[in-house]
């Protein structure tokens, strides 16, 4: 019996753009562990959100379109469910953590109705069964006075209460799988660190698998058992945690690495790498990375590398092909 809880094999996601073809989700492939964590990483543009939101069936049409690939959840293909069964496992079996809490409520329903409802559309609850258990829920993120929370609206509440009130609904069904976009943007520090270790701790409690999709490399290190490294549509580099930030192998990780700010450093001014993620009417013939890579070589202006196997350690990367060949894995 497989302990993959999600499998994704050569996922395509493209936007039909004016002027071109935007390959937002460009031939990804991974695994999701029962009870583990899987971290994405990579700048903004990379592809990350698009490949949550493809999981989830959420992917607007147009202008966008899953063109290919697989989608595998407990052993089912996502991709060829109707509307109505993926209205089921949504939030019911997968549920998703949105980016923004500040606008991701309802500001016209008071919280309680929008837990309420949430609930009930999975639950054959009652009314007063599910105001009950939405305070629990309240209770279980470590919310105040849940009783008195559950009757005010979003903007009686600051951004950490909002974020906590969004997880609350993201595990009201007890899903299988909680995929986390970016879960810590615009709070403070501090409340950052409350909300990972909420989620840690609510991991451990139900066993919940967690895909966290991050361009913070401190969060992953935080919270993640493997790593996938996102850049252009593409996945550059998989392994686990331990690996990665030991012996990180893509000049796109290491350069993401370098930029981290270290508190014992005696150098003026912050690492950076040049340029920014290629536009989709500007990408380069051969490997993406390639106008920003610091070790660049005439190959990787003409030839796209594929994904090459170190010992479980998977890089897209012509710095490897010779020693290791160059054998597909996984897109």
């Known amino acids: 019996m497989t302990d993959k809880i999600l499998e994704v094999k050569e996922l395509k996601t493209y936007f039909s753009l004016e002027g071109g073809v935007a390959k937002?989700?460009?031939?990804?492939?991974?695994?999701?562990?029962?009870?583990?964590?899987?971290?994405?990483?990579?700048e903004s543009g990379c592809g990350?959100?698009?490949?949550?939101?493809?999981?989830?069936?959420?992917?607007?049409?147009?202008?966008?379109?899953i063109e290919g690939g697989s989608i595998l959840f407990k052993g089912e293909e996502l991709l060829a469910k109707s509307e109505k069964e993926m209205r089921h496992i949504r939030g019911n079996q997968i549920a998703m953590i949105f980016q923004e809490p500040m606008t991701s409520l309802n500001p016209l329903y008071t919280i309680g109705n929008q837990l309420v409802e949430a609930i009930r559309l999975h639950e054959p609850l009652s009314k007063k069964e599910a105001v009950d258990k939405a305070v629990s829920l309240l209770k279980?993120?470590?919310?105040?006075?849940?009783?008195?929370?559950?009757?005010?609206?979003?903007?009686?509440?600051?951004?950490?209460m909002r974020q906590r009130v969004m997880i609350?609904?993201?595990?009201?069904?007890?899903?299988?799988?909680?995929?986390?976009?970016?879960?810590?943007?615009?709070?403070?520090?501090?409340?950052?660190?409350?909300?990972?270790?909420?989620?840690?701790?609510i991991q451990k409690e139900t066993g919940t698998s967690v895909m966290m999709i991050?361009?913070?490399?401190g969060v992953i290190a935080e919270m993640a058992d493997d790593v996938m490294v996102m850049y252009a549509g593409k996945v550059v580099e998989q392994t686990d945690a331990d690996s990665l930030f030991d012996a990180p192998l893509h000049p796109y990780t290491q350069g993401l690495l370098s930029c981290i700010?270290?508190?014992?450093?005696?150098?003026?001014?912050?690492?950076?790498?040049?340029?920014?993620?290629?536009?989709?009417?500007?990408?380069?013939?051969?490997?993406?990375?390639?106008?920003?890579?610091?070790?660049?070589?005439?190959?990787?202006?003409?030839?796209?590398?594929?994904?090459?196997?170190?010992?479980?350690h998977l890089v897209r990367c012509h710095?490897?092909?010779?020693?290791?060949?160059?054998?597909?894995?996984?897109?």
């Open 261 to 312: 700010p270290k508190v014992d450093s005696s150098q003026d001014n912050l690492n950076t790498i040049p340029g920014m993620v290629p536009g989709y009417n500007d990408m380069p013939e051969g490997c993406s990375f390639y106008p920003r890579c610091p070790f660049a070589k005439e190959i990787c202006q003409l030839k796209q590398p594929h994904l090459i196997d170190i010992e479980g």
């Open 214 to 217: 991050t361009h913070d490399l």
């Open 24 to 42: 937002s989700v460009d031939g990804v492939s991974f695994s999701v562990e029962k009870s583990k964590t899987l971290g994405i990483v990579g």
């Open 168 to 201: 609350a609904m993201a595990l009201s069904c007890q899903p299988d799988l909680l995929i986390c976009d970016e879960p810590t943007t615009a709070l403070d520090v501090t409340i950052q660190a409350q909300i990972l270790t909420l989620i840690q701790t």
């Open 48 to 65: 990350k959100s698009v490949t949550s939101l493809s999981i989830m069936r959420l992917v607007e049409s147009p202008p966008g379109k």
């Open 319 to 331: 710095k490897y092909t010779a020693a290791y060949g160059e054998v597909e894995m996984n897109g």
């Open 140 to 160: 279980m993120v470590n919310i105040p006075l849940p009783e008195k929370r559950i009757h005010e609206y979003p903007h009686q509440l600051s951004g950490g």
